[in-house]
Nanobody
C-alpha cells in the first residue's frame, strides 16, 4: 500500500517562497507519475503540477513561471518549489499518485500566504 507524506508548508508573506516535499513509500516510485494538488477553503481540489516517470512536468496556468515540480527517484521524493507566492495560493497542498488501481493522497500540508 502506498503512503505519501507531505511537508514544508507554513506561513509566508506575499512574494515569498516555500518548498514542499512529498516522501513516498510502498510503491515503485520511479515508475509513477506524481502530482501536487491544492484545495482552498470552500473550493474544489485542483491540480497544480504533475511530473511523469520520465521527468516531464506539466503545470496549471495559474502557477506557470512561479512553481517548479521536481523528483528525486533515489529518495522516493517529489518536490514543489513555489516562488512569488500570492495570497490566492493559500490552500492545503496534497501529493498524489496512482498505484494498485487506486488513487493515493497524502494528508496535506497547509500553505498560508499573507498580503
Amino acid at each position: 500500500q502506498a503512503l505519501l507524506v507531505e511537508s514544508g508548508g507554513g506561513l509566508v508573506q506575499a512574494g515569498g517562497s516555500l518548498r514542499l516535499s512529498c516522501a513516498a513509500s510502498g510503491i515503485s516510485f520511479s515508475t509513477k507519475t506524481m502530482g501536487w494538488y491544492r484545495q482552498a477553503p470552500g473550493k474544489q481540489r485542483e491540480s497544480v503540477a504533475t511530473i511523469t516517470s520520465g521527468g516531464t512536468a506539466f503545470y496549471a496556468d495559474f502557477v506557470k513561471g512561479r512553481f517548479t515540480i521536481s523528483r528525486d527517484n533515489a529518495k522516493n521524493a517529489v518536490y514543489l518549489q513555489m516562488n512569488s507566492l500570492k495570497p490566492e495560493d493559500t490552500a492545503a497542498y496534497y501529493c498524489h499518485t496512482q498505484a494498485y488501481g487506486m488513487d493515493y493522497w497524502g494528508k496535506g500540508t497547509l500553505v498560508t500566504v499573507s498580503s
